[in-house]
């Protein structure tokens, strides 16, 4: 088993020696698409990595609390990283939807705020202005439910169309109240208020949690990276994770500059996670076992 990274800052360092030490005051939370489930071309075919379940549901009997939180749908997460049910995993929340989607597994509900105003006008003017804009065969439409996102990764040239579908989506957003959360080759719609950070933020302190781990990919894990931030300055230890590279892709520099640790992809997360529950289990073991 792999050691434990050393964090290249000392904040980073610290929030890892408040986890190892306390662990039952820590929260780990994650991102599902780059983070837990390698980015592939179709977004329904996203899958948790196939060590994530299992070394969370070892894990998560040791930790405060876990969560997944995502911009997908809560019920979306819930299904394509297959967390219902497993063993060890009985008090996992999800955030979805930016956290206005709530899925808990100790009862199996899934709780939501009302549906966004504007997302409905915005699917219904997208294939138009899609059009229009002369979008590139390969670009794609995820509807979310509460917001709609754009891919352009099944281009031909991904960079070029999301530059040229950049400004007409933001138009069409401003238009109705929306705003862009841009990504990997991708450019979301969705209505503002609702982020990573904030939902971070309110399940940390909803959980009693004496230190956190937040580990996310892309630009919008940037809102949960500043939530842990500010949860430091608060007195919280906190550990900030980069998944780059590997399967997906390079690292957003962005998220990668703010990172304690980067690791690589999914894959990388995994062993991350699986050397912190060998951390654990070796401190709970005692200096004296066998």
């Known amino acids: 088993m792999a050691a434990l990274p050393t964090p290249r800052t000392a904040a980073g360092r610290e929030g890892l020696d408040a986890i190892t030490g306390d662990p039952g005051r820590a929260v780990v939370a994650l991102d599902f698409d780059g983070t837990l489930a390698p980015i592939v071309p179709d977004p329904r075919d996203a899958r948790a990595h196939p060590g994530a379940v299992p070394v969370l549901s070892g894990l998560a009997p040791r930790l405060c609390a876990v969560a997944v939180i995502t911009g997908r749908p809560a019920a979306d997460a819930v299904r394509y990283a297959g967390l219902e049910g497993v063993e060890g995993l009985e008090h996992l929340t999800v955030l979805g939807a930016y956290g206005a989607e709530r899925w808990d597994a100790a009862t199996g509900s899934l709780t939501a705020a009302p549906q966004p105003p504007g997302v409905a006008a915005v699917r219904a003017e997208l294939p138009g202005l899609l059009r229009e804009s002369g979008a590139p065969p390969g670009t794609a439409v995820e509807d979310k439910g509460r917001a709609v996102a754009v891919h352009t990764r099944r281009t031909d040239d991904p960079a070029a169309a999301f530059a040229l579908l950049s400004g007409p989506l933001r138009a069409l957003a401003e238009r109705h109240g929306l705003l862009v959360e841009p990504g990997r080759m991708v450019l979301e719609l969705r209505a503002p208020g609702a982020d990573k950070g904030a939902a971070l933020e309110a399940y940390v302190r909803e959980a009693g949690g004496g230190a956190v781990l937040y580990g996310g990919d892309d630009l919008g894990d940037l809102a949960a990276f500043a939530a842990v931030e500010k949860l430091r300055g608060e007195g919280v230890p906190g550990l900030l994770v980069c998944s780059g590279g590997g399967e997906t ?42």
Do not use: F, H
């Not at 390079?250 to 990668?256: K, L, R, W």
């Not at 995994?270 to 709970?284: C, F, K, M, P």
């Open 249 to 290: 892709g390079e690292s957003v520099p962005e998220v990668a500059d703010r990172a304690d640790v980067v690791v690589d992809g999914p894959s990388g997360v995994v062993r991350l996670l699986e050397s912190l529950a060998a951390s654990l289990a070796d401190g709970a073991a005692g200096p004296d076992a066998p």
